[in-house]
């Protein structure tokens, strides 16, 4: 069974008010939808040891998404960064998610490569795309794990999102296939499916590109993946929530009082 949803705010505090504008009012209400459809931290503690997840929307409502799902041996844990931001990522992630949540409702055996295949297929499917330039090009971008709880397996297949893994001061990263979900490739594949047998402190991090691309005020120039590989292998060992506020301290200093160029999603783990 998947995750319970998250509790749902006071609907009246998101309903007009006299002096507010109705399109900021209903978005309000769409980003309360859209927190509801993704998954209860509180949920998340009882299947990990340790974890912290950082989402900073560029707008009100994000086209960057994270999703967990639950049976009794197994779990899923995705980061999801769609085409776009505000409205229209928005629109894309509540797709993400219903579409991971019908494949593993079904009972399918949890593979994460055969996952992305399948979600592949059916947003192609929903957005009519076969290749045709003049087509939508809308698509997701997506790092995916399913973790054996029976015997400390772990499953990765990353659409253009890649994994990273710090094991006994040593990062490692897996890379993703350069394939997306949706918008027919000229010679479609199936998805990588990466297993690793994990180890007690073994941490985990899976992310949007939003914090790597972000401008800097003072430099104009963007964070770099480089850059944010070393935070992250710098934060080794302390607890997830120390790690967390220090990677928002990072991106917040960096980015200073420059514009926000898009959504921002880091979610790590501990088994």
């Known amino acids: 069974m998947s995750v319970e949803k998250q509790e749902i705010p006071d609907l009246l505090s998101l309903l007009p008010i006299q002096g507010m504008d109705d399109h900021v009012a209903s978005l309000r209400y769409a980003q309360m939808i859209q927190h509801a459809l993704m998954p209860n931290p509180a949920m ?9 997840i950082l989402f900073l929307p560029r707008d009100i409502v994000s086209g960057d998404f994270y999703y ?10 995705a980061a999801g960064d769609c085409t776009g931001h505000g409205v229209p990522g928005a629109l894309m992630s509540i797709l993400g998610i219903s579409f991971l949540n019908e494949i593993l409702q079904s009972g399918i055996n949890l593979n994460a490569n055969r996952i992305l295949n399948l979600m592949r297929e059916k947003i192609m499917k929903a ?16 790092a995916l794990c399913i973790i054996d709880s ?24 897996l ?3 350069k394939m997306t979900l949706g ?12 297993c690793i047998d994990t180890l007690p402190g073994d ?34 060992n302390l ?30 783990f501990q088994l």
């Not at 967990?68 to 844990?77: G, L």
């Not at 957005?127 to 997506?142: K, V």
């Not at 918008?183 to 990466?194: C, D, G, M, Q, R």
């Not at 790690?243 to 926000?260: C, M, R, Y």
């Open 44 to 52: 998340l503690k009882e299947r990990l040891k340790d974890f912290f």
């Open 239 to 268: 607890p997830m929530a120390h790690q967390k506020i220090h990677l928002e301290s990072a991106f917040n200093e960096w980015k200073g009082n420059a514009q926000q160029v898009d959504d921002v999603l880091v979610i790590g």
């Open 150 to 173: 029976f015997n400390g397996k772990l499953q990765y297949a990353g659409a253009n999102r890649p994994l990273i893994m710090i094991r006994n001061g040593a990062l490692t990263e």
């Open 68 to 77: 967990a799902f639950f049976n009794k041996q197994k779990m899923c844990i």
């Open 175 to 177: 890379r993703p296939d």
């Open 203 to 236: 941490e985990f991090y899976m992310f949007s590109d939003g914090f790597s691309d972000q401008f800097g005020e003072l430099t104009d120039k963007k964070f770099k993946y480089k850059h944010f590989k070393r935070i992250v292998h710098s934060l080794e």
């Open 127 to 142: 957005l009519h795309q076969t290749g045709n330039c003049r087509e939508t090009q809308d698509s997701i971008d997506i």
């Open 183 to 194: 918008v027919a490739p000229l010679k479609e594949a199936s998805f990588t499916n990466n």
